[in-house]
């Protein structure tokens, strides 16, 4: 990918990237998705937020440090946001960071924090003022994963699987050159990447969810039970029906969403109302696509050569796309008050 | 291609949009549902072109694409404007008058599941009844069919017949043209279920804005908040597969057309129903009157959702994409 210049699709041409505009980024996510190609994986906060967070906000130095490697996909990141009382409320992190000389000394605790074990960097959020207000003393930090002081514990999912850690930090001398943006103002830094998640970010795995839906009819078209094909029941017909309808206007809606933002060249605050919908449909066809397996669903590996694995990953991890990258209720939120101009909730 | 709709399109919206919200504020729409017949009204929405601006220009007509005859229907929905506007857009070509006007039509799709009785919408001021089947189109004589006025029909702003049976009626078209009118039928009515899912939402974002109750607006609570972000969505998507369909029909290569009005009309129909409905909760109390003109917008999507089609039978004939 990297060889062939379309590692970085929304990256800047000076950066190695291709510069697409962002219906250009959504047909090469359509493209990829229907090739079948590899989910970006451990590369996911390298490329879309790590990186492009550099590349507006980053010190030359820092840039030359850090984006080709992280564009090469030798260079591994992970996210330093979350905390035990810091989730949808992110802005009360309480990590602290004490300037000592040239060095922050940090204390506190990350977590729900993807690829940490394989992780060379963190992109690191701490709390450098802690008597402004929340939003004001937050700063952006580069922390290398090997200082010493950092103790990254596995979380294992509700599926069994161990993206997620805990990462321990006590003492951790993180040197005051890996500040990126100004000290205090990391809640502005970190903004530019959360605005590029919630825009292009899922448009692969909304694009899988067709393949998925037809996947699912296949199978209710084998399955039987008391000798009628579950695809028998004019019911569950009828609810993949309005499952189809829903996926292609998503699409469509993300289309014409994507349409509108490529003028102003961020994805603006329609992606919201994409990545709720998109989240809440991914649980509903997991539904179905449980039911479709009946008493199979109590296997998480194939059985009889039904997907089981496929259908139960696929509708386990859908639990979580209505938490990540902004819950379910933040985005209702944000539709009410940003775009909707409904009065704030205090 | 482009995903967003194009400069003139956009100042065709705009345009029509406040043309229409200065001819027929709602008002107007609610004077006839008091009783108070409105004998210029038809006259004006054919005078805006709203019938013939499919035709080509050699034709007297406008030359626009499906897209922009769904961002005109759209606005008709919004403005609650009464009378077979779509019947008549559809007739255009096929019967003599249509175009202008002058014959006010209406009909029935009958290549949907359509039980009886056969209930007929403005069959008093209609000169031609269009009849879609499987194999043709057909022409009836509102004198030949033997229905009864309903009563008090259930939107005020559209009178409705009950028949039993229906003539045979003169043949004028073949199934080609009776399934592409259906399909044309079906997006002119989403695009209209489009429109009034916007008009609810709208009012009850600026009643959630207003109105006080434990010392706030309303709309500062989450539970409130929640459910408008939800109507908004709907709408949303609504407004993407009424768009999308539209294009398709402009542009048969992009994809299977019959699929995404299907799609389109499912989408919009359930929308607008959710927004309706939301619309007369968040109204509270004042939701419930006659006064508060919410119940024609969901009294509408009635009228609308039961044509060309219904939610379920739009899902049932996308679910048979799948063979088996």
């Known amino acids: 990918m990297y060889d062939a210049g379309w590692a970085g699709i929304s990256w800047p041409k000076a950066f190695g990237g291709r510069e697409a505009s962002l219906v250009e980024q959504l047909i090469y996510y359509e493209e990829y998705a229907r090739a079948k190609a590899p989910y970006v994986g451990v590369n996911f906060v390298g490329l879309l937020h790590g990186g492009p967070t550099l590349i507006v906000e980053g010190t030359d130095a820092q840039k030359e440090k850090h984006i080709p490697h992280i564009l090469r996909g030798d260079q591994v990141w992970c996210q330093g946001f979350s905390e035990p009382s810091a989730g949808s409320d992110l802005a009360s992190l309480r990590t602290r960071a004490e300037r000592d000389g040239d060095h922050y000394v940090v204390n506190g605790q990350k977590i729900w924090t993807s690829f940490a074990q394989v992780a060379d960097y963190c992109e690191l959020l701490v709390r450098t003022d802690p008597d402004a207000p929340k939003h004001r003393g937050i700063s952006w930090l580069i922390m290398p994963m090997d200082l010493p002081g950092i103790d990254v514990r596995p979380l294992p999912t509700l599926h069994g699987e161990g993206e997620f850690s805990e990462v321990f930090l006590d003492n951790v001398r993180i040197p005051v050159e890996n500040l990126v943006g100004a000290e205090n103002d990391g809640w502005r830094v970190t903004n530019v990447t959360l605005r590029f998640e919630r825009g292009t970010a899922f448009a692969g795995e909304m694009y899988d969810l067709k393949r998925w839906l037809s996947e699912i009819a296949a199978e209710a078209q084998k399955v039987t039970s008391y000798g009628a094909r579950a695809w028998d029941d004019a019911g569950l017909r009828r609810e993949i029906g309005h499952l189809q309808a829903d996926i292609d206007a998503l699409w469509n809606l993300l289309k014409l969403s994507i349409g509108q933002a490529d003028e102003s060249g961020v994805p603006g605050v329609g992606a919201s109302a994409v990545k709720l919908f998109f989240t809440e449909l991914k649980q509903r066809i997991g539904d179905v696509a449980m039911r479709v397996l009946g008493r199979a669903v109590l296997g998480r590996s194939d059985m009889a050569g039904m997907p089981v694995q496929y259908f139960s990953y696929e509708a386990l991890q859908s639990l979580s796309m209505t938490i990540a990258a902004g819950s379910s209720q933040i985005q209702r939120k944000i539709i009410g008050e940003r775009i909707l101009g409904l009065p704030k909730d205090k | 291609m482009a995903f967003k709709l194009s400069e003139e399109q956009q100042e065709l919206q705009r345009g029509f949009r406040d043309f229409v919200a200065g001819r027929f504020p709602l008002?107007?729409?609610?004077?006839?549902?008091?009783?108070?017949?409105?004998?210029?009204?038809?006259?004006?929405?054919?005078?805006?072109?709203?019938?013939?601006?499919?035709?080509?220009?050699?034709?007297?007509?406008?030359?626009?694409?499906?897209?922009?005859?769904?961002?005109?229907?759209?606005?008709?929905?919004?403005?609650?404007?009464?009378?077979?506007?779509?019947?008549?857009?559809?007739?255009?070509?096929?019967?003599?008058?249509?175009?202008?006007?002058?014959?006010?039509?209406?009909?029935?799709?009958?290549?949907?599941?359509?039980?009886?009785?056969?209930?007929?919408?403005?069959?008093?001021?209609?000169?031609?009844?269009?009849?879609?089947?499987?194999?043709?189109?057909?022409?009836?004589?509102?004198?030949?069919?033997?229905?009864?006025?309903?009563?008090?029909?259930?939107?005020?702003?559209?009178?409705?017949?009950?028949?039993?049976?229906?003539?045979?009626?003169?043949?004028?078209?073949?199934?080609?043209?009776?399934?592409?009118?259906?399909?044309?039928?079906?997006?002119?009515?989403?695009?209209?279920?489009?429109?009034?899912?916007?008009?609810?939402?709208?009012?009850?974002?600026?009643?959630?804005?207003?109105?006080?109750?434990?010392?706030?607006?309303?709309?500062?609570?989450?539970?409130?908040?929640?459910?408008?972000?939800?109507?908004?969505?709907?709408?949303?998507?609504?407004?993407?597969?009424?768009?999308?369909?539209?294009?398709?029909?402009?542009?048969?290569?992009?994809?299977?057309?019959?699929?995404?009005?299907?799609?389109?009309?499912?989408?919009?129909?359930?929308?607008?129903?959710?927004?309706?409905?939301?619309?007369?909760?968040?109204?509270?109390?004042?939701?419930?009157?006659w006064e508060v003109p919410v119940h024609y917008f969901l009294k509408r999507t009635w009228v609308l959702e039961t044509t060309f089609g219904t939610v379920d039978e739009h899902a049932d004939r996308i679910a048979a994409t799948f063979g088996g």
């Open chain 2, 27 to 289: 008002e107007r729409a609610a004077e006839i549902a008091d009783g108070k017949p409105d004998h210029a009204l038809w006259g004006e929405v054919a005078q805006m072109g709203v019938f013939s601006l499919r035709l080509p220009e050699s034709a007297g007509g406008l030359g626009l694409s499906y897209v922009d005859a769904a961002l005109v229907f759209e606005e008709l929905g919004r403005a609650l404007v009464p009378g077979p506007t779509v019947w008549t857009h559809l007739a255009t070509g096929l019967i003599d008058g249509a175009a202008t006007g002058e014959t006010v039509v209406t009909g029935l799709d009958l290549t949907t599941n359509l039980h009886t009785p056969y209930v007929l919408e403005n069959l008093d001021a209609a000169r031609a009844v269009l009849l879609l089947k499987d194999d043709g189109v057909f022409r009836l004589d509102p004198g030949s069919i033997e229905a009864m006025p309903v009563e008090i029909p259930l939107d005020p702003l559209t009178p409705v017949h009950h028949a039993a049976t229906l003539p045979t009626g003169e043949k004028i078209g073949d199934a080609q043209t009776a399934s592409s009118l259906s399909l044309l039928g079906s997006l002119l009515s989403s695009a209209m279920l489009l429109g009034i899912a916007q008009a609810a939402s709208e009012m009850a974002i600026a009643y959630a804005k207003e109105r006080v109750q434990f010392d706030r607006p309303i709309g500062s609570f989450q539970a409130i908040k929640h459910m408008l972000a939800d109507t908004f969505v709907r709408q949303e998507l609504a407004r993407a597969a009424v768009y999308s369909a539209a294009g398709t029909l402009d542009h048969p290569e992009v994809g299977d057309a019959a699929t995404a009005v299907a799609e389109a009309k499912l989408v919009a129909g359930e929308s607008a129903m959710r927004c309706c409905r939301t619309s007369v909760q968040v109204h509270g109390g004042m939701g419930y009157t």
